[in-house]
T-cell receptor, first 111, second 114 residues
Framework: RKEVEQDPGPFNVPEGATVAFNCTYSNSASQSFFWYRQDCRKEPKLLMSVYSSGNEDGRFTAQLNRASQYISLLIRDSKLSDSATYLCAVNRGTGRRALTFGSGTRLQVQP | NAGVTQTPKFQVLKTGQSMTLQCAQDMNHEYMSWYRQDPGMGLRLIHYSVGAGITDQGEVPNGYNVSRSTTEDFPLRLLSAAPSQTSVYFC?????????????FGPGTRLTVL
């Protein structure tokens, strides 16, 4: 089982729709969580960190569910410019303290 | 600040050739890492460094070497290229080992091994 798993999609949604992605992680001791956005043939860029209490940044809301070991990303009022691949990343906080990434979920917002 | 820079952007090698992928950052970050990204596999950690003079292996280190003689630079060396090393390579840096710090990525090097 992969340490971090995501549904690869693609998720095809119309402009203005609300879409949600989940990401599951296998190590219950994981300590920090992130969502990254990656545009085609570009580097990943941090979209938002995910806090225990959940956090919101404009149209984006991230949640953490430790009991079920998943994080989620909700995008409201989707824009064409939201089309990208969304990567979740987890840091166990021990050992290497490196980020472990899921393989990404592709979102295509259609006019 | 230029952030994290990588050279070259593209490279084609023949099997058995060696080369060095360059990575530099100007943010005075202690923690640097190399990932490779393959379709359906996500980003996989090759090597990482927590400071000048300190490097360690990641998840997929075989066939790669690294060194960190300065805070700014973290080159990745392919010793004898193989077709299985065809991939997109990303260098990344963050302030330190703190797990909440934002990680920044370079623009990537697209490597093809024939």
């Amino acid at each position: 089982r992969k340490e971090v798993e995501q549904d690869p999609g693609p998720f095809n949604v119309p402009e203005g729709a609300t879409v949600a992605f989940n990401c599951t992680y296998s190590n219950s001791a994981s300590q920090s969580f992130f969502w990254y956005r990656q545009d085609c043939r570009k580097e990943p860029k941090l979209l938002m960190s995910v806090y225990s209490s959940g956090n919101e940044d404009g149209r984006f809301t991230a949640q953490l569910n430790r009991a079920s070991q998943y994080i989620s990303l909700l995008i409201r009022d989707s824009k064409l410019s939201d089309s990208a691949t969304y990567l979740c990343a987890v840091n166990r906080g021990t050992g290497r303290r490196a980020l472990t990434f899921g393989s990404g979920t592709r979102l295509q917002v259609q006019p | 600040n230029a952030g994290v820079t990588q050279t070259p952007k593209f490279q084609v090698l023949k099997t058995g050739q060696s080369m060095t992928l360059q990575c530099a950052q100007d943010m005075n970050h202690e923690y640097m890492s190399w990932y490779r990204q393959d379709p359906g596999m996500g980003l996989r950690l090759i090597h990482y460094s927590v400071g000048a003079g300190i490097t360690d292996q990641g998840e997929v280190p075989n066939g790669y070497n690294v060194s960190r003689s300065t805070t700014e630079d973290f080159p990745l060396r392919l010793l004898s290229a193989a077709p299985s090393q065809t991939s997109v390579y990303f260098c990344a840096s963050r302030l330190d080992r703190g797990i909440g710090n934002e990680q920044f990525f370079g623009p990537g090097t697209r490597l093809t091994v024939l």
